[in-house]
């Protein structure tokens, strides 16, 4: 008897996870215009433009730059960069300032559906950009192939596009509902894992500050059954590694150490009290890390 009800629990959990799984929200893949051939150099930007790119620690001068930035893409298409520009712009705006304005209350819903709307715009350049390359298009496009199904065809040219969809994918899914979360992890996998393979050819052998190492500590960090001592030693790992990137710092803070206050405070405090610009490339980003910080800790 007691085994007969320890299967019909079974049977209904399983049941309502394939029904969560089921539930989720999902997204059309939105390629479009000719195949253009990829441009071995990078794009010319209008110094308009060029001005404003580096000033996105300004919600303001984002913003400007995108509508912009989307201008000079459409009349020149074969640039991929300035795709990848587009994703994480797009990333930033939903990641980084209008995150800043959450408090918590009723009036979040506005801010929460324009993120999803940055974070869906963010995937679709990335996937644009993606579509640069002759043999993903012929699949994707062509035969209608699901993205994480071509993803054999990705080089070491494409690792821009691929990392920075699967960040905005991850945002717009957890920023859409769990559900939807769920339904798209095993995509989130597919993406790092090639990612994971892409790198190697790296003359560092890592991507991004290593950003396949931060994937790792973060899903166990979230997961419900994530493995928590893990995922902070590869917070460490991944600290060691670029002491002075400060969206690591932030991250582990935010998804592992709200319950070790002196950790919590030590790490942010860090990154307050850091130099943006000892990442020159990326010091807009720094700048936008820094009033995350600023903000945790205020709200703790």
Sequence with gaps: MNQAIKWSNLLIASMLVFGVVACGKSRQVKISGSAVERSATPAKLPSEVEKLWKNRQNEADLRKALVLLENFANENPQYTDVKVMLCQGNYLMGDGHLWLKLTGEDSD????????????????????????????????????????????????????????????????????GFTTLLANRSKFSAMVNKVKELEKQLPSKEYFYAATLRYDATSNALSPTGDKKLAAKLFEEAIKKHPNYFAVRVLYSESLLKGDEAKFESQLNYVIKGKAKSLPEIEPEQIVEQRKAEKLLKDL
């Design 109 to 176: 819903a506005a801010v929460k559906e324009e993120a999803v709307q940055f974070y869906d715009a963010a995937v679709n350049w990335c996937e644009a950009g993606l579509a640069m390359n002759p043999a993903f298009r012929k699949k994707v496009v062509d035969e209608g192939v699901e993205i994480e199904k071509a993803l054999d065809t990705l080089t070491v040219a494409d690792i821009d596009s691929l990392y920075w969809r699967y960040a905005s994918l991850g945002k717009w899914s957890r920023s859409v």
